[in-house]
Structure formats: structure tokens, C-alpha cells
């Protein structure tokens, strides 16, 4: 069981009524507040100089990963400590291999393809992890690692790490052993199941493949291994293990910054939305493919939608004024017309009050029919 933050705070300064009590030298404003902090595995125990062995002790024995981790490379798999990503993020995300064999015709060209292989995700670039060669013709792996920009070992080195590997010939068989072996993990602490998981799929249908890997990701293979490349699945499963695998308490967010579409000029249209990864790609995608120039102004707002930005207060005037400031924007665009989301449609008169050199235009409700509105705009 790990220790509550109650149970952390009863070994600090604050609960004894000793020196350095609420002293902020981890940091944080008070003893307490350090203690929640800690029980969330939020901030590292050093952070307090004056912690004593015995709480040390009790933390680490309590904080021991259920599930244990393998190192391969710069990649690390397993390690998780709970069953759903509300409870605490997930730690390592899912290894997503390929197993290549160096007999194939045009291995050369293959294996540069997939290391070469790359998406753009929210504030990444996504990649897959690993090759495993099977390595008949015992071609020189060390050669192979400095031309290629991903991890790469032999089928028989694999064979010898401590992971569970378990081939995908049923579906639900997959997922009951996958779900049965982390319960047990976790909860029950059970050390026969404290391997991290590989789950090695075999169809070669692209369908197949792309829904049972989906599955798996979320419920729990730590590592995935293909014997097929095909760069349509790889773009789906790479973006879902990405979301997958951050702070569900954090949104995803995109840089403030002004992005644009299909070339635009200095007399292109100008939208704005807040920087919420999913706000943001739900607008990119529909300006990008209407195939019309513009500029997208994307305003700080600690990756909130629109409507929650602006309860916030984080879609204000003054924050659309300060970016276009920061942004350079009368610099870089003569138009002096801007869109915004027609959900804010009653801030206008302030926005009008706060940057009186642009007239602001009441945009869509929803990115799915800027397409429409954007053709009959007059611009
Ligand atoms: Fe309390 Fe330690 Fe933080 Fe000081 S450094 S406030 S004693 S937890």
C-alpha cells in the first residue's frame, strides 16, 4: 500500500513542531502541502533536507513498482504501479516494435524506411522504438545502430531479457491474459506477474492489426511487437499511445504561437482558437484542407478549450491583445481583420475595446464548418 499524504506529514517538521517546520525549502508553501505532493510521487523525497531514514525507509518500501522494468537501449519497458491512468499517469510508454528478418528482399531499403519513419505529434515527433532483427546471415548489429536513428537488437538477444511475451492468436484470449497478469501485478502484488508484457502480433490484416494494437496499448502491453510495416498503422497507434500515456489532469496543449495554411500571404484571413491540442488540430485540419490561405492565431491558455479557457479567464481581451503583441502580427500580416471562435461571440466589444486597430468577426461553433464559412467569408 502506498502511504497517504496524511501518513507522510505525521514524519515531517510541521507534525512534530520541530525547526524548519513550513520552512519552503522543498519548494513547496508548507509541510503539508509537500506531503500530498509526495504521496502522488509529484516531487522527489530529497526535495526535503529534512526528512529522516525512517520515513525514507517506509516511503521507498512502499513506492516499490509492482511491475518491474527492462532496459533495452535507450527504451525502458514495464515499471507501471496502477491499472488506470485517472488514478496517476502511466509511466513507460508501450514499446512498439518490429521484427524484421534480414532475408528479406530489399532489406536495406526496409529497414532505413522504418527507422526513417516519423509523425508529427502534439509538441513530438513520434517515432517507433525498436527493431528486432532475426539475423540469420549474423549481419553486424553495432555497424547497423550507427546508420539508422532507432533501437535494434537480435531476435536472440530479445529471447534473453526478463519480459513475458505473449503471442496475439486470439483476441480475447490477448486481452483476458493482459488484463488478469497487471490486476495481478497490482493489486494482488503478485511477483509471478511483475515481467512487463509483450504482446507479438501476427495478422497481416491492416484492420486487425491497428484495432487489437489499440487495445492493447490501453490495456496493458508494455511492449508491442509487428512482423509488417505499414505506415497507416503505425500513424494511428503511435498518436493513440501518445495521448494514452500523458497526465489526464494536464490537457494536451500546442505552443502559442501564429501557424500557417497553405501559404499564405500578408492579405490571408486570420482565425483564432486557445491552445488545446484537440481545438487546435480539429481547426488545423479543416483549414488545411479547404485549401484557401490563411493564418491561425493560437492564444496561452493553458491548454483549455474555448468555452473553459474563457470561464477561466484564460480567453480574455487582454491575453488575445498580449499575444498579438508578442506574436508580431501588424509586423507579419497586413490584414487587420481576425475570427474568432463563434462560441465567444460576447467578447467582442471587448476585444474591440482592447485592439481597436483590428475589427474581430464571430466565427463557427464548431471546426467542422469553418469549410463552409470560410468559402462564403467576405475577405
Ligand atoms: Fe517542510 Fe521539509 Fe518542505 Fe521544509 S523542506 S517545508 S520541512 S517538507
Known amino acids: 500500500m502506498e ?151 537480435s531476435f536472440e538477444d530479445y529471447k534473453n531479457f526478463e519480459i513475458n511475451t505473449f503471442t496475439d492468436n486470439d483476441f480475447y484470449e490477448t486481452k483476458d491474459y493482459l488484463i488478469t497478469t497487471r490486476t495481478r501485478a497490482i493489486v494482488d502484488k503478485d511477483e509471478a506477474c511483475s515481467k512487463p508484457v509483450c504482446v507479438w502480433l501476427k495478422s497481416e490484416n491492416l484492420y486487425e492489426l491497428t484495432t487489437h494494437a489499440s487495445f492493447y496499448i490501453c490495456k496493458y502491453a508494455n511492449m508491442l511487437v509487428f512482423e509488417t510495416f505499414e505506415e497507416a498503422l503505425f500513424s494511428t497507434i503511435l498518436r493513440l499511445r501518445q495521448n494514452i500515456y500523458t497526465n489526464p489532469q494536464k490537457p494536451l496543449q500546442v505552443e502559442s504561437d501564429l501557424y500557417e495554411f497553405n501559404s499564405p500571404d500578408r492579405n490571408s484571413i486570420i482565425f483564432l482558437t486557445t491552445n488545446f491540442a484537440l481545438t487546435f488540430f480539429a481547426v488545423a485540419n479543416e483549414l488545411e484542407g479547404v485549401n484557401i490561405p490563411s493564418y491561425l492565431i493560437v492564444i496561452p491558455a493553458d491548454g483549455m478549450s474555448v468555452l473553459t479557457a474563457w470561464s477561466a479567464e484564460k480567453f480574455t481581451a487582454n491575453i488575445v491583445s498580449k499575444t498579438i503583441d508578442k506574436l508580431k502580427i501588424r509586423e507579419k500580416i497586413n490584414t487587420r481583420k481576425i475570427i474568432i471562435p463563434g462560441l465567444l461571440a460576447h467578447i467582442i466589444p471587448e476585444l474591440q475595446q482592447a485592439v481597436s486597430d483590428f475589427e474581430f468577426i464571430v466565427g463557427t461553433n464548431e471546426a467542422s464548418e469553418i469549410r463552409e464559412f470560410i468559402k462564403n467569408i467576405n475577405r
Open 3 to 153: 502511504m497517504t499524504g496524511l501518513q507522510i506529514f505525521k514524519y515531517l517538521p510541521a507534525a512534530k513542531k520541530t525547526e524548519h517546520t513550513n520552512c519552503k525549502q522543498c519548494g513547496c508553501p508548507t509541510c503539508m502541502a509537500f506531503a500530498l505532493k509526495l504521496a502522488k510521487q509529484n516531487i522527489e523525497i530529497e526535495k526535503c533536507p529534512y526528512i529522516k531514514e525512517e520515513l525514507k525507509n517506509l516511503y521507498f518500501q512502499n513506492i516499490k513498482h509492482p511491475q518491474n522494468t527492462v532496459k533495452i537501449g535507450s527504451l525502458t519497458i514495464g515499471g507501471e504501479n496502477v491499472l488506470y491512468r485517472h488514478e496517476k499517469t502511466f509511466i513507460n510508454r508501450t514499446v512498439l516494435a518490429i521484427c524484421l528478418d534480414c532475408n528479406i528482399p530489399d532489406f536495406d531499403n526496409e529497414i532505413k524506411r522504418i527507422s526513417d519513419f516519423e509523425i508529427k505529434g502534439v509538441n513530438e515527433i513520434l517515432k517507433i522504438d525498436l527493431i528486432i532483427l532475426k539475423n540469420s546471415q549474423k549481419i553486424d548489429i553495432n555497424n547497423l545502430k550507427d546508420k539508422i536513428s532507432i533501437e535494434i537488437i
